[in-house]
């Protein structure tokens, strides 16, 4: 469904996005997964035609994105970060707005508009302001107007940002509903627990490289020790962990005060031991089976929301 | 603790770099601004640049050639030699003050010490301007003409060559309504455009430029509200003034509709070019009140052009403000036929498509730029 293929892109001297190349198939729920910064946005406006590259090229549905971008606009639909809508207008003038400029006739797009409110549980409001709304209610019309001109692919840049967990949810059944309609998803965010419920494939990005990209198997593999402890202390120097790297022989990463240990748990406590050989003072332990964020701090020695 | 806020505040304040130009720079442009136009600066150092009074010798003797010549030598006012009809269609057009007529006979008034055949034809709209060229001529008739007393004895008669009446507007009430209509709407349309800036803010602008939708059309659709906006608010102004003060508006409806038009494209292209050049509404907030206020205070909406000095009244043909005036004062006052109002309307159709090519590259630039 997309192929991007040594896509780069730089900002003045900075290099956001750095020769990256992935596939997405049709009918998937991709996502890009990576802190702030990564340049997974940079790669979503490229993907969306606003953007244009330095070098690569994207291809939509078999379609030159750069080349064809008229009508790559009408097989995505695009759902930004942003809260993209007229707070002064009521949903469903805002859905008959943006709908409208797609051209769709006015009939076919008051249907629509009914029964995309319907998916996301607001036929009841639409004739509410927008600022009326709440924040999880606002990213729900923020979906519900990438939809209106029934894309074959849809990207989602980060769009459960700042919402309670229960909107959370709800926009997940959404998506899920839409994948199991057939929509390839793009999903990008820097929330781990997001990726690992929706997606199929991920990409892990990172100063705008791909770092490492496959299924959520795949990617575990990437790690050898499937478990890992985390310690918090009241005070952790770099020489502590120099001292508890001599005397153990798992993989440690220091973030401040806190050690990611990759031990199993059988093995806790031995590594317990050796900090109160050191006389460190644990304030927490927290035992972790392998997830994304293990994965990324693995490959990166940094934490995603860093 | 007082002064830990105060220092805070003082800092953010000076942090403000277009705050501090709204706060120093635009009272000191304004104050040079009306310094030259009342308070006699700059006319110490060199002489004023003289009046240019239309002069037109019916009587053409001996007498009348010399007392001309006479006159001319005088540092306040320039005589201009024309013929009659060119000379009082230039006054109606208010290109010059007034004319200066010496009918025939007036050698020999002059010897038979009778009334001169003399008459000043003048706009009435340059009041303060008459009343200096009024003074200097009699002051002048007196000196060259012997003993004379031409206040006491001479009648220099005046005439204006438009007279006010039932279907004719006061100058200055087409000056205030004019000039402060266009001002005000120039403040209105830099916020309209503004609007362009508080769409990128919240990313509406984004959603726009991803829906299949050119970046011109977004632009001209903003200054399309703009111009219907304007076209509003200037009939709402122009409405009003003839309910409250009697301005008779109806007097040339077609010519009237076409200038507000013409002012509307002018101003709205003037409002999409401001945000164009600007990142940020605070940006946008800071110079447009710089901007339309120097516009205003140099383009006769504040002062008007006639008293102004003369360099000030040349760079004044930079401003929307001052083709709009002109161009009311065309229909309301001087009562001009439609096709000597076009050039004006034309220079304000040039300035609203120069400003809109402009306006469009500029746009690409700072306002739909996506990092």
């Known amino acids: 469904m997309i192929q991007v293929q040594n896509l780069s892109k730089s900002f003045q001297n900075i290099q956001a996005v750095n020769d990256i190349s992935f596939t997405i198939k049709k009918g998937e729920i991709f996502g890009l997964l990576g802190p702030n910064g990564a340049g997974k946005s940079t790669t979503l406006n490229m993907m969306s035609t606003i953007l244009t590259s330095d070098a690569g090229s994207i291809h939509i549905d078999g379609k030159n994105s750069f080349e064809n971008s008229k009508e790559c606009k009408h097989l995505i639909g695009v759902v930004p970060q942003e809260i993209s809508l007229y707070e002064d207008l009521s949903a469903y003038q805002n859905l008959l707005f943006w709908g409208d400029l797609y051209g769709i006739p006015s009939k076919k797009l008051k249907e629509k508009i009914h029964s995309t409110l319907e998916l996301i549980g607001l036929l009841d409001r639409k004739n509410d302001l927008i600022k009326t709304y709440s924040g999880g209610m606002k990213r729900r019309i923020n979906i519900a107007a990438a939809l209106l001109h029934n894309p074959k692919v849809l990207f989602m840049d980060e769009p459960t940002v700042g919402i309670d967990p229960q909107s959370r949810n709800h926009i997940f059944e959404v998506i899920e509903t839409l994948n199991a309609q057939g929509m390839t998803i793009v999903y990008t965010t820097h929330y781990m627990e997001e990726v690992e419920r929706l997606c199929d494939r991920i990409a892990i990005i990172d100063s705008g490289k791909i770092i490492a990209q496959g299924t959520q198997s795949q990617l575990q593999e990437l790690v050898q020790t499937k478990e890992s402890v985390q310690l918090e202390f009241e005070f952790l120097s770099e020489n502590n962990v120099n001292q508890l790297r001599e005397s153990l022989s798992y993989t440690m990463i220091q973030n401040n005060n806190k050690l990611l240990v990759e031990s199993t748990i059988k093995e806790l406590s031995k590594v317990i031991t050796a900090c109160n050989e050191l006389q460190l003072s644990i304030k927490d332990i927290q035992l972790n089976k392998v997830n994304l964020e293990a994965i990324f701090l693995n490959l990166t020695g940094k934490q995603l929301r860093d | ?371």
């Open chain 2, 1 to 371: 603790m007082i002064i830990t806020i105060l220092k805070k505040d003082l800092r953010l304040y000076f942090s403000d770099k277009k705050g501090i130009l709204v706060t120093f720079l635009l009272p000191i442009i304004m104050i040079t601004l009306f310094a030259f136009a009342f308070g006699g600066v700059g006319k110490k150092k060199s002489a004023p640049k003289p009046l240019g009074v239309l002069v037109v010798d019916k009587d053409a003797t001996t007498t009348s050639q010399e007392l001309i010549a006479k006159l001319n030598a005088m540092q306040t006012i320039r005589l201009i030699t024309s013929e009659e009809e060119s000379a009082l269609d230039l006054v109606r057009k208010g290109k010059n003050v007034a004319a200066l007529v010496f009918e025939k006979g007036f050698a020999d008034a002059v010897t038979a010490e009778t009334d001169l055949p003399i008459e000043l034809k003048y706009d009435a709209a340059r009041e303060l301007q008459m009343r200096i060229v009024h003074t200097v001529l009699k002051e002048g008739f007196k000196y060259h003409l012997g003993k004379r007393d031409v206040i006491n004895t001479v009648k220099l008669k005046t005439t204006s060559l438009i007279k006010e009446s039932s279907t004719k507007a006061h100058p200055g009430l087409v000056q205030a309504v004019g000039g402060t209509a266009i001002m005000m709407l120039l403040f209105s349309i830099a916020a309209i455009g503004g609007g362009l800036l508080d769409e990128k803010e919240a990313g509406t602008l984004k959603r726009l430029l991803i829906a299949p939708v050119k970046p011109l059309h977004i632009l001209l659709a903003k200054m399309g509200t703009a111009m219907v906006v304007s076209i509003l608010q200037l009939t709402a102004m122009f409405v009003f003034a003839w309910l409250a003060f009697g301005l008779p508006i109806f007097m040339d409806v077609f010519s009237l509709v076409l200038l507000i038009l013409c002012i509307s494209f002018a101003v709205s292209s003037f409002g999409v070019f401001l945000v164009s050049t600007v990142k940020t509404r605070q940006q946008l907030q800071g110079m447009s009140t710089i901007i339309i206020i120097l516009m205003s205070a140099i383009g006769g909406s504040m002062i008007p052009i006639s008293m102004m000095p003369a360099f000030m009244q040349k760079i004044a043909v930079i401003s929307v403000n001052y083709w709009g005036i002109e161009g009311f004062f065309d229909i309301f006052w001087r009562q001009l036929p439609l096709i000597d109002i076009l050039p004006k309307m034309g220079i304000l159709l040039a300035i609203g498509l120069g400003m809109t090519m402009v306006s469009t590259l500029l746009f690409k630039k700072n306002i739909i730029a996506i990092e």
